[in-house]
C-alpha cells in the first residue's frame, strides 16, 4: 500500500504561564492509503495539535513530515497553501465555512483555487452535494443550514479535490446522532476511493468505524488499536473514561 | 464612592489602558478644533490695529459719502443738494465733532507695472477736529505743492518724504506718509489714496484730474449709536433712481469691518475647512468609538451584571469622550494663538501687528460645542448600540452573516474576476456603516483636492493675465491672498486626506479582525496568504469607488460656487481628474495591505479554534 502520511519525531511546543509545554511530544506516525486513522485521548492531549501539524496548519518545532512521499515540515505558509489546496480536505467541528459563500460556492472553492474551471468546479460540487444529500440546499448561505447540512458541506468541501488525506477535527461533535451517522458513512466511501482519514474524536462510536485507534496523552501517542468489526465500542469508551480519570 | 466619582475613575482606567485609540480620537479632534481655533483667532486680530488708529486719528463714527463715477460727473444740481443734505446733518442732535466735508478727485499714479487709480482728498491745514491722519514719516499738507500718502500706497511705492511720485504724469513731491481709518490700506483697498492741499488740488485739477464725490465726517456723544444715528438720517440716501450718484451714510464698525477682507476671507475660508475636517471627525469618532465599543464588550457586561444601568454606563462612556472633546478643545484653542497671529501678519491690510482678539468664554465655546457635538454625534449610536446587546451576544461580538449572496460577486466571477477578487466582492457590504464613513471621510478629501485643482489652475491664469488698467499693484495684492487662499485649501485637502487615511487604517484594521475567521478558513482550504490579503483588500475597495463617485462632482460643484469675480473660470483637466480616480484606489489599497499582511502572517490554527 501506499503511504500517505509519514511523520518522524513531530513535536510542537507550547508556552503557558511562562514554561514551555509540549503539545504534540515526539510523534511517529504513519498512515496508508484507504485507510483510516482515529485518534482518541483526554481534552487538551494534543490531538487537535497533531491534526494541525500534519495538515500545515501549524509548523512543528522539530521532526519530519511527509504527505504524499513528498517532505513538507521545511514549506513556507505559501507552499502550504498550494500542497494543502490539492492534497489535504480538512473538516472541522465548528464547520468553518465562508459565511458569504453558498453551499455550492463553498464546495467549489479549493476546485477553483486549484485552478479547475468554474464549469467543472461547479459539477464536481453539485456532485458532492447530491451525494451528500444536501444539493437541495446549494444556493443557501451557511448561516441558513442545520448543523447536519452544514457539516455535510464541510465534508463536500474536504473531498472536492480529491485530497490524498481528510482530516477531521471532532467532525460530529455539534451533530445529532443521525447526522453523525451519515457523516460516518460518508467517511466509509471515503476510504473505499483510496483516500486517507484521520479524525480525531471524543466519540468511541466514530472512533470504532476506523481501521486503527491511536489513543494520545500528554502529546504522545500511548497506545494503537487495530480495530475490527469485533472491538466492542464499550470496550474503547472504557479506555476513554481511564484515560479521563488518570488526568 | 458616589457613582459619578466611580464613573470618572472607570473613565480614566479605560482611557489609560487604550492610550492609542485615545490618542488616536484626541488628535482626530484636535486637527478640527485647531483650524477653527485658528480661524477664531485670525478673525478680528486686525480690529485692534484698527481701533488704535482710530482713537489716534480721532476716528469718525458715522461718515455720509457721496460719490459719482469720474467719467460720469452726474446731476451737478443734485451733487450740490447733497452738500446742502451734509451740512444739515452737522447740526443734527448727538454731532459732537464734524470733519470735511472733504472733496475727492479722481486720477491715476505711476507705479511699478502700471498706473493705479488715485483719490486725492483735498484738506486744509487743520487740524480737524476729526480724522486727524496719524503722520508716520514726514510731515503734514501745509503751503506749497508736494502730497502725502497714505501708508499702503507708500509702502507699495517704497516711496517716503523727499521722493517723488507721478500723478496724472506730473512729478510731485512727497511731503510725508499718513495712516488712517477713513480707507482700507492700500493695495488690497482701492483706489490708492494721497491727501493734497487745496493749492496742490488746483493744480491736479489742470492736469485732469475730476472730481468723484465728498466725504463728511462726524463724531457723536455716543458712538455706540452710531448705527441709530445712521437709521435715523437715510433719508439724505435718498437719489433719482436714474442717477449715477451714489450717497451712503456709514457707522465706523461697518469700515472697520470692511477694512481687512483679506484676513476675513481667510479666516472664513479656515472655518469652512474646520467645518468640513470636523464632519469627518464625526466619521473617525464613530468608527473609533465602535472599536472600543466591541473592545470593551466585556467590562460592558460586568457592570451590567454587578447592577450598573445602561444610563450609567453610557455616562462613563461620555465622560471618556468628552474628556477627550475637552483635551481637543484645550489644544486646538492654543494652537489657534500660535498659529494665528504669523499668519494674520501676512495680511496687507493690517494697521500695524495683529493681535489676536481675547479669548472670551464665547469664542472658547464655539470650539467646545464643535467637539462636544463630534463625540456626542460619533459615541451615540455605538455606544448604544454596545449596551443595549445581551452580554452573551456581544461576547460573539462579530458582523452579521449575509442574508443574500452578493449579486455583484456573482457577475465579477462570471464575467471571470480573479478568485481573490470575488471573495473580497463577496465580504465587502459586510459592514455597510463603516464602508460608508470610509467613503464619505475619501470623498470629502477627493473633493477638497478638486478644488485644489482648480483653484491651482485658475491662479496660474490669473497670474499670467495682465493686470487691468488702473489696477496695477492692486491685481498682484488680490493675486497674494487668493495664493493664501490656495495654501488654506491645498492644507484643508491635505488634513482630510490625513483624517481620510486614519479612518481608512482603522476600518482595515477592524476589517482584519472581522475578516480573520473567514481567512483562515480560506487558508485552510489552500488559499496562499497573498490571495487572501488581495481579498481583504478589495472588500474595502468599495469605499474607494464611491468616494470617486461622489467626491468628484462634489469637488467640482464646490469649485462652481467659488469661482466668478476676480477668479478666471477654468474647467478641471479630464487627465487631472482621472490620475486622482486612479490614485484614491491605489493609496487606499497601501493603506489596507498593512493590517491585511499582518493578519495574512497570523497562524491558522488559533484562529479557527476561537469559534
Known sequence: MTRVIEARGLVRRYEADGSPVRAVDGVDLEVEAGEAVSVMGPSGCGKSTLLHLLGGLERPDAGELHLGGARVDGLSETQWAVFRRRNVGFVFQAFHLVDELTSVENVELPALLVGDSRRAARRRAVELLERLGVAGRAGHLPDHLSGGERQRVAVARALVNRP???????????????????????????????????????????????????????????????LDATTPVTGLLADLADLEGER | MRWPGLAARLAARNLRRRPGQALLLLLTLTIATGVLGVAMSLYGSADEPWNRVWRATRGFHVAFTVYHPPDEPGDRALVAELRRRAARLTGAPGVVAVGGPWTHLYGSIRLAGGTEDLTAEVRGPGPYAVDQPLVTAGAWIGDGDGVVLESGLAATLHAGP???????????????????????????????????SPETARRLRGL??????????????????????????????????????????????????????????????????????????????????????????????????????????????????????????????GLGRLLAPPIA???VTVLGRPQPPPLTVARAAIVAAVAVTVVLLGTARPALHGIRRSTLRSLAAGPRPPRHPSRLAGLAARAGMALPGVLGLRSAWRRPGRLLTNATGLALGVAMIVVALALRDSLDLLELRPPEPGHAASD?????????????????????????????????????????????????????????????????????????????????????????????????????????????????????????????????APLLAYE
Open chain 1, 164 to 226: 490524498l488525506v481528510v482530516l477531521a477535527d471532532e467532525p460530529t461533535g455539534n451533530l445529532d446522532s443521525r447526522a453523525t451517522v451519515d457523516i460516518l458513512r460518508l467517511f466509509g466511501e471515503l476510504r473505499q476511493g483510496g483516500q486517507a482519514l484521520l479524525v480525531v474524536t471524543h466519540d468511541a462510536r466514530v472512533a470504532s468505524t476506523a481501521d486503527r485507534l491511536l489513543t494520545m496523552r500528554d502529546g504522545a501517542i500511548v497506545a494503537q488499536t487495530r
Open chain 2, 162 to 196: 523727499g521722493d517723488t511720485v507721478t500723478i496724472q504724469g506730473r512729478p510731485f513731491p512727497v511731503r510725508g506718509v499718513a495712516e488712517t481709518v477713513s480707507r482700507g490700506r492700500f493695495p488690497l483697498s482701492r483706489p490708492a489714496q494721497v491727501w493734497v
Open chain 2, 476 to 604: 498682484a495684492a488680490v493675486a497674494v491672498l487668493y495664493d493664501q487662499i490656495r495654501s488654506v485649501i491645498f492644507g484643508t485637502a491635505g488634513l482630510l486626506l490625513v483624517l481620510a487615511t486614519i479612518n481608512a487604517w482603522i476600518v482595515a484594521a477592524f476589517a482584519a479582525r472581522d475578516a480573520a475567521r473567514n481567512q483562515a478558513v480560506l487558508r485552510a482550504v489552500g488559499a496562499t496568504p497573498r490571495q487572501t490579503v488581495i481579498a481583504l483588500i478589495v472588500s474595502q475597495l468599495g469605499a474607494c469607488a464611491i468616494a470617486v463617485v461622489a467626491g468628484i462632482p462634489l469637488g467640482l460643484g464646490l469649485w462652481s460656487l467659488m469661482e466668478g469675480g476676480d477668479l478666471p473660470a477654468v474647467r478641471v483637466s479630464a487627465t487631472a481628474l482621472v490620475l486622482l480616480a486612479a490614485a484614491v484606489p491605489i493609496v487606499f489599497a497601501g493603506i489596507v495591505w498593512v493590517p491585511a499582511r499582518l493578519l495574512s502572517r497570523r497562524p491558522v
Open chain 2, 345 to 347: 501678519a501676512t495680511s
Open chain 2, 208 to 333: 485732469g484730474m475730476t472730481e468723484e464725490g465728498f466725504e463728511l465726517q462726524l463724531r457723536l456723544a455716543e458712538p455706540g449709536e452710531a448705527a441709530d444715528f445712521a437709521a435715523a438720517h437715510r433719508s439724505l440716501e435718498a437719489v433719482p433712481a436714474s442717477s449715477s450718484v451714489v450717497p451712503y451714510l456709514e457707522t465706523w464698525q461697518q469700515r472697520r469691518a470692511g477694512s481687512h477682507s483679506d484676513i476675513d476671507i481667510l479666516a472664513g475660508t479656515l472655518f469652512a475647512a474646520g467645518g468640513f475636517i470636523a464632519i469627518l471627525t464625526i466619521a473617525t469618532a464613530a468608527v473609533l468609538v465602535a472599536g472600543r465599543m466591541a473592545a470593551r464588550i466585556h467590562q460592558v457586561g460586568t457592570l451590567k451584571a454587578i447592577g450598573v444601568t445602561p444610563r450609567q454606563i453610557l455616562l462613563v462612556l461620555l465622560v471618556e469622550h468628552l474628556a477627550i472633546a475637552a483635551g481637543a478643545t484645550a489644544l486646538g484653542l
